[in-house]
């Protein structure tokens, strides 16, 4: 019941600040500028689905043989997961394992949620690489005031302490999770199960050598599609070629604002709010910032479409699959 309060306040409070924001630049200029994109919303949307595809292709490379499955059916369920993560408030908690819960009938759940975590911790490193990169861009190109300057540099400190704690855990190879977990008595009976997940995920790159230029192809890739949307969506909405690093600097607001606020659903009125406040440090205004916001969400909203459908087709319900037993390995 309280979880369902909270989402619902946070999807008001969102909405509201939306609103407001579309009132302050103006109702109509939005949607003239949102009218202006017309049918290049085909492409910013095509370009959605490719780095679902590249997401997709980097969890397959991750599955540990004999377990496999296909392309077409990896890009469904990141589809799926990323509708379920993106509409309610739980974000990540949500969504990633249900992307493992949707080839339950494919695929052995234990070695599926193995491979994605690994994926995960490969994005998860991109995506803070990206926002320090992005971060240093900004305050050596253009002039932030000072409070931005300093949290922004300590984000660019908080990045390079993360990468030297991942270093640290991949040469100690702690048992973390399972520790953490069997601390509480209705998860002690997976310890074994967890700590061998753990073994998986340290051991990847030693077992699988050949497997990572494609895995850091494809993390790259991603990020590297969304710096074009945002280069294509800042293009049509000016009418001529916005500068490169601008684009960049878009494209890891976004990424920042996805990682900080995942638990607000489709990030109403965050993203706005932060795609708009850049865009004015970046000297190209509000209104520009607010209708790239919304020609994302329009990208959001016809990949949650489809993946509504293809839960609905699917029959997967949108809640977290419970630790894999034996019996579910073996099948």
């Not at 390079?160 to 002690?188: C, E, H, K, T, Y």
């Not at 600097?249 to 995942?262: G, S």
């Not at 109403?268 to 865009?279: F, I, N, P, Q, R």
């Not at 209104?287 to 029959?315: H, N, Q």
Request: charged share 15%.
């Amino acid at each position: 019941m309280r979880r369902s309060f909270s989402s619902i306040v946070t999807v008001v409070i969102g909405l509201l600040v939306l609103a407001w924001m579309v009132s302050r630049v103006g109702a109509a200029e939005i949607v003239a500028d949102v009218r202006q994109v017309g049918w290049t919303i085909v492409a910013i949307i095509a370009i959605g689905g490719l780095r679902f595809l590249l997401r997709a292709a980097a969890w397959r490379m991750c599955l540990d043989p004999p377990h496999r499955m296909s392309l077409t059916d990896a890009f469904s369920a990141v589809v799926c997961g990323d509708t379920i993560g993106n509409l309610t408030p739980f974000g990540p908690l949500v969504g990633e394992p249900a992307k493992a819960a949707f080839l339950r009938r494919r695929v052995a759940l234990g070695p599926a949620l193995t491979a994605l975590a690994i994926e995960n911790v490969l994005y998860t490193l991109s995506a803070a690489a990206m926002i320090a990169a992005g971060t240093v861009a900004l305050l050596v190109r253009f002039q932030v005031p000072s409070e931005i300057r300093g949290a922004g540099e300590i984000a660019v400190a908080g990045t390079l302490v993360l990468f030297a704690i991942a270093l640290w855990i991949l040469w100690r190879q702690p048992v973390l999770i399972s520790r953490a977990l069997g601390l509480a008595p209705p998860l002690r009976r997976h310890a074994s199960r967890i700590v061998e997940i753990e073994s998986q995920i340290y051991t990847f790159a030693s077992r699988h050598r050949r497997t990572l230029p494609g895995l850091a192809a494809a993390e790259i890739g991603f990020h590297a599609l969304g710096v074009t949307e945002s280069y294509l969506t800042l293009w049509v909405l000016n009418g001529v070629a916005p500068a490169p690093m601008s684009a960049f600097i878009f494209e890891t607001a976004n990424r920042l604002v996805t990682v900080v606020f995942r638990f607000v659903p489709m990030r109403l009125g965050v993203d706005e709010a932060a795609t708009a406040y850049v865009s004015q440090l970046l000297g190209l205004g509000t209104r520009i910032g607010l209708a790239v916001a919304i020609v994302r969400k329009l990208r959001m909203l016809f990949w949650a479409i489809a993946g509504g459908v293809l839960l609905v087709r699917e029959g997967v319900a949108p809640k977290t699959p419970q630790l894999p037993q034996d019996q579910a390995e073996r099948g």
